[in-house]
């Protein structure tokens, strides 16, 4: 009876309206066809298991194979039943009896259901992530292949500051890339793992056999402990955050896209296909799909961080705060993702770089000027704090008006006879090319890292395995 006097009858209409049909639905979209391979598995595996007898068995594989799915699809709710599961309940046991329909739930709950649909569907967003991280991956290792030589300004602090290549800028985002698809492969490996059978929460008296579910639904193993197969939300949690590193990662890279896009800059320009108008201005070429790759990358950060704080303080048992109303944020903030990531491989791909202007920047505005204190270093011996405060003031006698050739003579003039250094020698070290040529090592643009790197697990750092000591024992032995 409720206040009234009057009696109560499941659903309340605003319970109804806020809850259960929003529900239903989003379990049509997301969940109808994980649900059903769950009824294959599990009825299959009882039928293995001599819990249900396989003529049984078999009529109730019929009822799924024989399910109008479009019309699932079609379905309104409409009350007279509490979700998708009780719907697809009634429908089994109207093609093959209550009786035998009802035999197929001997042995699970609605809870490790739930759990073992919300991996499914998890894993298949993580494969979509990583299919589109490897194609803008592979785009972008094409780019710097192609763009290898091209001198551009390397950045500090947003302002200009040593000549590189644009194939060694876009190596850096590559192994961004990367790390990013190491951290969503490793997450997989903890997602794909089977919670079926754990039941309510405390597995059954049945002898089920969960690794022949595992089997059937492509798990790679097992989430052993029932308790945490129900209760547990890690899993999620570390999708979550690999999926915030990544969005990141790729609005800080598209930012300098757009900057590269503007007038000033002049850097990028993004092909008639993916520039807008404006409805004012003729001479607009707007970059407006990276805007968007920029705005999807930020939604799918904070849907993703929005996952993690609902969570939060939320009790170590089963919860509706993990499960109804969360699942479909965790998954649009994975399609956002991966629409961000696709969105940035097509507009790149038909892209162009004006490298003249990026080589010109390159050679201009005191970039090289390092070089030639590491120069005056090299060929003189002097320390290079001494190379450093001359360069400098030949840099501030300039006056930010950088002339090379007026530059290489300054320096000349500050090395006052104490150092036979030839003008020329000075002259080409204010050089972008000579600065990025001389730089080897490992790290630089010359490292050939044109392939796709196989994953390494990292060894766990042990301070006695530290060298230092023992070589600055060998060099102290050696100059004694």
Not at 153 to 165: D, E, S, V
Not at 194 to 217: H, K, M, Y
Not at 457 to 474: D, F, I, K, Y
């Amino acid at each position: 009876m409720n206040s009234s006097g009057q009696s109560s009858k499941f659903p309340a209409p605003i319970y109804r309206d806020t809850v259960l049909a929003p529900v239903f639905a989003d379990a049509k979209r997301y969940f109808l066809d994980p649900l059903l391979e769950i009824e294959y598995a599990h009825t299959l595996m009882l039928a293995r298991q001599g819990i249900m007898p396989a003529q049984e068995a078999a009529a109730c594989i019929r009822a799924v194979d024989d399910l109008d799915r479009d019309e699932v699809r079609a379905a309104e709710y409409d009350g007279s039943f509490e979700d998708l599961f009780f719907y697809l309940e009634k429908k089994f046991a109207a093609a093959c009896g209550e009786e035998v329909a009802g035999k197929m739930h001997t042995a699970r709950s609605r809870n490790d259901i739930d759990l073992t649909m919300y991996r499914m569907v998890l894993r298949e967003r993580l494969l979509q992530i990583v299919e589109s991280l490897l194609g803008l991956r592979q785009l972008l290792l094409d780019l710097s292949w192609k763009h290898r030589d091209a001198l551009m300004p390397a950045y500090t602090h947003n302002q200009p500051a040593q000549p590189t290549t644009l194939g060694h800028y876009l190596l850096a985002y590559i192994e961004i890339l990367e790390r990013d698809t190491e951290r969503v492969r490793e997450s997989y490996v903890r997602v794909n793992r089977n919670p079926l059978g754990a039941c309510a929460i405390t597995t059954t008296g049945f002898p089920i056999d969960r690794e022949f579910t595992a089997r059937l639904l492509g798990f790679d193993g097992l989430q052993l402990n029932s308790y945490g197969a129900i209760a547990s939300v890690d899993y999620l949690i570390e999708c979550c955050g690999v999926l915030v590193t990544a969005m990141l990662s790729m609005g800080r890279f598209t930012q300098d896209l757009l900057l590269w896009s503007t007038v000033e800059f002049g850097y990028l320009r993004l092909s008639d296909a993916y520039v807008q108008i404006s409805s004012i201005m003729p001479q607009k070429r707007n970059p407006v799909p990276l805007e968007h790759v920029r705005i999807l990358a930020s939604r799918a950060l904070f849907e993703a961080q929005g996952v993690v704080g609902s969570l939060h303080n939320t009790p170590f048992a089963d919860m509706n705060d993990a499960e109804d109303d969360l699942q479909p944020l965790v998954y649009t903030a994975f399609d956002d993702a991966d629409r961000s990531i696709r969105l940035l491989q097509g507009a790149l791909g038909d892209a162009d770089f004006n490298t003249e202007r990026m080589a010109k920047a390159a050679d201009g505005n005191f970039l090289p000027v390092t070089e030639l204190a590491d120069t005056l270093v090299r060929a003189t011996g002097m320390s290079f704090h001494t190379a450093h405060s001359i360069v400098s003031r030949a840099v501030r006698e300039l006056d930010g008006d950088y002339n090379a050739d007026l530059m290489a003579t300054i320096v000349e003039r500050e090395l006052q006879g104490k150092y036979a250094l030839p003008h020329d020698r000075i002259r080409g070290a204010l050089s972008a090319r000579n600065f990025v040529a001389v730089r080897k090592i490992a790290g630089d643009r010359r490292r050939r890292h044109w392939s796709l790197r196989s994953f390494v697990h990292a060894q766990p750092l042990n301070s006695t395995r530290c060298g230092c000591r023992r070589e600055s024992v060998r060099l102290l032995q050696h100059t004694s």
